[in-house]
């Protein structure tokens, strides 16, 4: 596997730390890196008046997993 296409998509290390510190710019770097992913997860499938089935983000449930992700981060020690 290409080393420099891992790399690319890590969070450096310093942003890690000054968001483990309470850094609001870093925290909202890790929040938009994970933003596709957490949108992924809040998918929910909803019917319109036909039956129709369509794939929508839950906010609810989007705004559940950022609040966690930001908990964790705030409770993360970096060493």
Known sequence: MNNNLNNARLLPFTVIQKAAGGDVEAINA???????????????ELYDEYG??????????????????????LTFRVN
């Open 30 to 44: 890790v929040l938009k890196h994970y933003a596709g992913y957490i949108a992924k997860l809040s998918l929910r």
């Open 52 to 73: 129709n089935p369509h794939l929508c983000v839950d906010e609810e449930l989007r705004r559940r997993l950022e609040t966690k992700l930001i908990t964790k981060i």
